[in-house]
């Protein structure tokens, strides 16, 4: 059975960073195409970053390029997403998406598993 779960997330000022990670379970990150959405109060889950299943093609949402940076750790079976110059505007439940079928690129609209979420917020 394949788990995801995400963590890393909390309480940061606006400017700083988190990291927050996406471990997953009964499945192998190096085979399958990964990304990362959040969904604020009262609005629609959006896409945030996603990388293809070899990790040579990444995608990333406007309203955090060249902030938001996603990898993945083969060896420890892990997805990361690095957030730099945080906004109060990035408050959201992050949440991770692993592929249900493997070799795909990254696609928002991709059948997958999803982890529980974590919390952002970032405030003064």
């Known amino acids: 059975q394949v788990q995801v779960a995400e963590s890393g997330g909390g309480l940061v000022q606006p400017g700083g960073s988190l990291r927050l990670a996406c471990r997953v379970s009964?499945?192998?990150?190096?085979?399958?195409?990964v990304g990362w959405f959040r969904q604020a109060p009262g609005k629609e889950r959006g896409v945030v970053a996603g990388?293809?299943?070899?990790?040579?093609?990444?995608t990333t949402a406007d309203p955090v390029k060249g902030r938001f940076t996603i990898s993945k750790d083969n060896a420890e079976n892990t997805v990361y997403l690095q957030m730099n110059s945080l906004k109060p505007e990035d408050t959201a439940v992050y949440y991770c998406?692993?592929?249900?079928?493997?070799?795909?690129?990254?696609?928002?609209?991709?059948?997958?598993?999803w982890g529980q979420g974590t919390q952002v917020t970032v405030s003064p």
């Open positions: 990388m293809s299943w070899d990790g040579r093609r990444t």
């Open positions: 998406k692993v592929d249900q079928y493997p070799h795909g690129l990254f696609h928002p609209s991709s059948r997958g598993i």
């Open positions: 009964g499945r192998t990150v190096s085979t399958y195409a």
